[in-house]
């Protein structure tokens, strides 16, 4: 596989821009190559197009070591300088490629170090703008080693933080342990005793021997000690292994005595645990981030001197990249195998093996987030779709007969009740395509929606359950209207889509390992992190990007007052969703929880900026277009004044909306772009006018209220049905751009570790414009539940630099 291809593919996308530009130092070699050939044969090539192939670049005549002479070449060998043709000129457009600062004077050749070193060499065999593959090949080294450094930095003091927050979990699990060990009178501990709990070969014999009445006769070997010593040996052997690194600060604690709750013993540890991987994500992804850059320089040079027939690939290597920290830092890999010893010693009870194995797995996804392949989940998928779209045929042609209308005469209110249920199941198979496009382009998904990276599901898997629902709908709808009255076996058709309700309720919360339990559970805790309103616990992505999909739905959620009328109604034809106001309460609902969501983002934020108070307006004219709708409903008239109160509602509305889904979500319209009102970076350039087809689609749709204007009472209840299809198919389009938005703030800010919340009080340290931490007692009062914001980042910034620097040593 070529090099390129494969630094393309294993990249880690939000660091993209800091990776080798290798693609462009290759390019830099092919103009080098020939204005060297041309300035050493004294001609210059036929045409400098670029439709040439390359091995037409690529021909050379005599190499210039093989001369054997030290002599500058000279630019008039063949003629008078004025009769010939200039050389190629070398430059760097294209490229993506910078050179810094370029030297005044470069190192005469004629110099007394003319054997002396890699600049002396350099000089001698090259002209000035042959020099410029060196220029900007050290600015690539000079860039990538302060972003290597950064990033080891940045690691070591969210190491440094999280093994103080370990310390804390340790004093903590003593206390846990103290309450819980022994209860008076023993009966439920003789109990507990006996439960099995992870037991070895030895337990479960004396749980067997005391069945039967009867004692293990102890061993010959005497205990050195209990479980619980033996457990807090591990963990403290694991904590001295980081101290004898010298990067932190083990003893590193608050001296205030603490109070811990035993009850949320489990919830912190459950946290820490959750950290510990993540760190060890970020570490794996900054070592393979070297490891893929050493290997491209050395291809690049390797490449270089084949391409010029010179040896200048060890000398260079060694003089400018063999001592950087990009090769010679061991800090890195030091801290993957504390993080190993750490997460087996807390969290697998010294199984190393297994921690290895449950850590490696949560990087799977960050370093090879290519698409695999699962036959049978696309097998399975394809096969459920395809029945449900035969099912739903054959149903409409029957419901096109007399006959079976006469014999449902409610067919009308059950079609609506089946419109209700089809729509959020249509959203979630469209969904699926959203993972696939943005798994083509590399858009980590995983990452953003905050899944769980050692249990996250490939897009393929996850089509199973949605597909899984839709046939089941398909089903009821077709036994529905198939199912003949004097049949024995004969279900009321109104009763198949209770059953369906019950089904997909059933497979959404099955506690059984099956159809992807952990991406279930991720799903119905995101739900009710957006039903609470941000009144529990901070925003984040997926809660408002799932209250934004829930407010593409606001069908379904409306009528489901009708559906409920109607099955207590007993279909008798009494509800009218017009004469009621829980009609716009719940139409309204999305809308309100995702106001509700910006005013807590606002207050979390604490007054930093105002963009979230004017997204929440923005939700409060969508509350006023559905009141006003309603409104105008009651009376039905054109020309009463709740109808120019709705028109202009639903103007604002959607003007609002549709401009803030492509200047704020989205963030198009650029004028600098290199297409007109896009962006700088798109993910999709390859299919570019698709953005131009989603912004004109997107404002479409937002005025498609307009076709309530042509319709009479007997068909609202398809235009309306009709409308909210194409709002979901307008969702549809608005995720491929959102997340790709969300992805390209990542990149640019270089995030690649998420914000988790930390059990205990975290001691922050404020550094003076010298960078010198400030005395405590000017530190802030540090809070429960705290993520790595900047200030733990920067937290004893002085003196994690300098035992980084004492820990790589005076050469490095």
Same mark, same amino acid.
């Given at each position: 596989?070529?090099?390129? &291809? ?8 939000? #660091? ?70 200039? $050389? ?5 457009? +294209? ?41 900007? $090949? ?67 014999? &004396? ?54 709750? =035993? ?49 200048? #690939? ?35 009870? +010294? ?6 194995? !449950? ?26 779709? +395809? ?11 029957? !419901? ?8 449902? =005469? ?59 629902? $839709? ?25 198949? =889509? ?47 990007? $799932? ?51 910006? !005013? ?70 650029? &004028? ?15 299919? #570019? ?12 749709? &937002? ?30 389009? #608005? ?78």
């Amino acid at each position: 596989m070529k090099f390129a &291809r494969y630094l393309e593919e294993n990249a880690v996308d939000e #660091w993209r821009k800091a990776y080798l530009n290798y693609a462009g130092l290759k390019k830099l070699i092919k103009r080098v190559k020939l204005h060297y050939d041309a300035r050493k044969t004294g001609t210059v090539p036929v045409s400098e197009s670029s439709s040439h192939p390359a091995a037409r670049l690529l021909r050379s005549g005599t190499s210039y070591l093989a001369r054997g002479q030290r002599t500058v070449p000279r630019y008039g060998a063949l003629g008078d300088p004025e009769e010939q043709d200039p $050389l190629p000129p070398v430059t760097l457009d +294209g490229t993506g490629l910078e050179t810094g600062v370029l030297p005044a004077e470069p190192v005469r050749a004629d110099s007394k170090m003319v054997d002396a070193g890699l600049e002396a060499t350099i000089s001698r065999q090259f002209d000035e703008q042959e020099r410029l593959f060196f220029y900007a $090949l050290d600015h690539e080294v000079d860039r990538m080693v302060e972003f290597y450094d950064a990033r080891e930095l940045e690691a070591v003091e969210r190491l440094s933080t999280l093994v103080s927050q370990l310390i804390e979990l340790a004093e903590h699990r003593r206390t846990y342990k103290t309450r819980t060990k022994r209860i008076d009178g023993g009966h439920l501990k003789n109990i507990w005793s006996k439960v099995p709990r992870g037991l070895d070969a030895e337990e479960l014999q &004396r749980l067997r021997l005391s069945a039967q009445g009867r004692e293990l006769q102890p061993s010959s070997r005497e205990p050195t000690s209990s479980d619980e010593d033996v457990g807090h040996q591990r963990r403290e052997h694991a904590l001295e292994q980081i101290h004898d690194l010298n990067l932190v600060d083990v003893g590193e604690t608050s001296k205030e005595p603490r109070h811990y709750d =035993p009850v949320h013993y489990k919830t912190a540890r459950k946290k820490l645990r959750a950290a510990v991987v993540e760190n060890y994500r970020a570490l794996e992804i900054l070592n393979n981030y070297a490891i893929l850059n050493r290997t491209g320089l050395n291809k690049i040079l390797k490449k270089f001197d084949k391409a010029l027939q010179v040896h200048l #690939w060890d000398m260079y290597y060694e003089e400018r990249i063999q001592q950087r920290s990009l090769v010679v830092s061991p800090t890195v890999p030091q801290m993957l195998h504390a993080l190993e010893d750490i997460f087996a010693n807390y969290f697998e009870h +010294g199984d190393k093996k297994r921690a290895r194995d !449950i850590l490696r797995l949560g990087v799977t996804h960050a370093l090879l987030p290519h698409e695999t392949g699962h036959h049978r989940s696309t097998f399975v998928t394809g096969l459920y779709i +395809g029945i449900a779209l035969c099912l739903v045929i054959e149903a409409f042609d029957h !419901i096109m007969h007399k006959s079976t209308r006469a014999l449902i =005469p409610k067919w009308p209110q059950l079609l609506i009740t089946y419109a209700v249920f089809f729509l959020p199941t249509l959203f979630a198979v469209l969904f699926g395509l959203n993972l696939i496009a943005w798994q083509h382009v590399r858009i980590n998904a995983v990452f953003i929606f905050e899944f769980d990276a050692t249990t996250a599901i490939d897009p393929s898997q996850y089509f199973e359950l949605p597909s899984l629902c $839709l046939w089941l709908l398909a089903l009821c709808f077709y036994q529905s209207f198939t199912a003949m009255p004097d049949d024995e076996r004969y279900v009321s058709a109104t009763t198949w =889509p209770l059953l369906w309700l019950a089904a997909v309720a059933l497979l959404l919360c099955n506690p059984l390992p099956i159809m992807h339990r952990s991406g279930r559970a991720w799903f119905l805790r995101s739900c009710a992190r957006v039903l609470t309103g941000g009144l529990i616990g901070s925003i984040e992505f997926r809660d408002f990007f $799932l209250g934004d999909e829930m407010n593409s739905i606001a069908y379904s959620v409306s009528n489901m007052w009708l559906v409920q009328c109607e099955y207590r109604s007993a279909w008798q034809s009494t509800c009218n969703p017009a004469a009621t106001y829980w009609t716009p309460v719940l139409s309204s609902l999305p809308a309100f929880l995702r106001l509700m969501q910006c !005013i807590r983002r606002q207050y979390d934020c604490k007054g930093t900026t105002h963009v979230h108070l004017v997204n929440a307006a923005k939700y409060a004219s969508t509350i006023c277009h559905a009141f006003a709708y309603f409104a105008f409903r009651t009376t039905g008239s054109q020309s009463s004044v709740r109808f120019v109160w709705w028109i202009v509602s639903a103007t604002i509305n959607a003007c609002f909306t549709s401009s803030w889904d492509i200047l704020m979500d989205w963030n198009l319209l650029h &004028r600098e772009a290199r297409y007109p009102f896009l962006r700088m970076h798109l993910s999709f350039e390859d299919i #570019w006018p698709m953005y131009y087809v989603a912004m004109v689609t997107n404002v479409l749709i &937002r005025f498609v209220w307009v076709i309530y204007l042509f319709g009479s009472p007997s068909t609202l209840p398809l235009l309306t049905f009709i409308a909210a299809v194409l709002e979901v198919f307008r969702r549809w389009l #608005w995720n491929f751009i959102r997340l790709e938005n969300e992805h390209i703030g990542n990149a640019d800010t270089y995030k690649i570790v998420r914000e988790l919340p930390l059990p205990y009080p975290v001691k922050r340290h404020r550094l003076d414009k010298d960078g010198e931490p400030l005395d405590s007692s000017h530190a802030p009062t540090p809070t429960k539940a705290q993520p790595y914001h900047e200030d733990q980042v920067l937290a004893s910034l002085a003196r994690t630099r300098q035992r980084l620097a004492q820990h790589r040593g005076p050469d490095t």
